[in-house]
């Protein structure tokens, strides 16, 4: 008998999760023999739910919600000897994850494309302790992106964030980081560092557009901005899409990474997927084709 879970979050999407609570069942049904629903009511039951999961070896898990929704999911996934095949159903502002995979970010949609008859690869970012599947970011940027609402998200979408960041560049200095990559040191001075598993960040999926799901690696872009003025001629660079280094923006591949600030006043704290993470300093590296993940793209 082949069992699979389903964890919905009936907030997401507006409160419409429950909407597509019964579409998804039946296409679920198309494949495994046994189908238990779970409701998340606080943060956390997605991670708890999942993890529970692959300790009782069922053979796959799934998440109907939004991006912190997926991430508790995976996480609760990443730390077993034994995982779950993952799936999942988006109704995020963002989905940065169904834009990387390709998946359509309608929910019905998504649900009709779904192929239950095969999986690829998915690499995980860890984090100290915790786990990422989009992206880190560090500075003016994602603090600003930490305090934007769920009614903001709701009104502007991904361009929340993007409103957000920008306001808060105006008023904020460029920070040192002692950065040391895949064992070599480095000093530098910016305002924004993005650490990304694939090529959608936010939303914008042009940013990183070398980095695959499956690729094995780590992508770092940083603003080499000391001023306002160097801050707003990188904000194109970085727009349009970033896979070398220019006189704006720096570009890297890697396997891990220790991340902390060089000035002992500063404190930064992380955004992980959209929400707020640790503070500096971090330890980052990547656990490659970690999960194995059901998608509608090729």
Known sequence: ????????????GGEKALG???????????????LTVSYTEKAGDAFTFAKTAAREHFDAVFV???????????SGLAEETYRPAFG??????????????KMPLDPAEAI??????????????KVNDKYFMNVVAIGAIPESINDVDS???????????????????????PYRFQLVIDGEEKEITST?????????????????????????????????????LETIQAIPSLVSGVDSS???????????????????????TLNVDGDEGDRLPVTLSILPSHLQVYTTGD
Not at 20 to 34: I, N, Q
Not at 64 to 74: P, Q, R, Y
Not at 88 to 101: E, H, I, K, Y
Not at 112 to 125: F, H, V, Y
């Open 151 to 173: 009614k903001e998200k709701t009104k502007y979408g991904k361009f929340a964030y993007l409103i957000a960041g920008i306001e808060n560049l105006v008023s904020t200095s």
């Open 88 to 101: 999942f159903f988006p109704l995020g502002t963002v989905n940065d994850l169904a834009r990387a995979l």
């Open 192 to 228: 924004t560092i993005i650490i990304g598993l694939t090529n959608s960040i936010g939303g914008f999926e042009s940013i990183l557009p070398e980095a695959k799901v499956n690729d094995g690696k780590l992508h770092l872009i940083y603003l080499k901005d000391k001023n306002l």
């Open 20 to 34: 597509y609570e019964a579409s998804a069942k039946a296409k679920l049904a198309t494949a495994f023999d046994d």
């Open 64 to 74: 109907m919600g939004g991006d912190g929704t997926v991430n508790e999911g995976i």
């Open 246 to 268: 220019n006189e704006f923006v720096a570009y890297q591949d890697f396997k891990d990474i220790t991340i902390s600030l060089l000035d002992s006043q500063d404190t930064l």
């Open 112 to 125: 009709a494309q779904l192929d239950l008859s095969r999986t690829r690869p998915l690499d995980i970012g």
């Open 1 to 12: 008998m082949t069992r699979a879970l389903l964890i919905i979050n009936p907030s997401a």
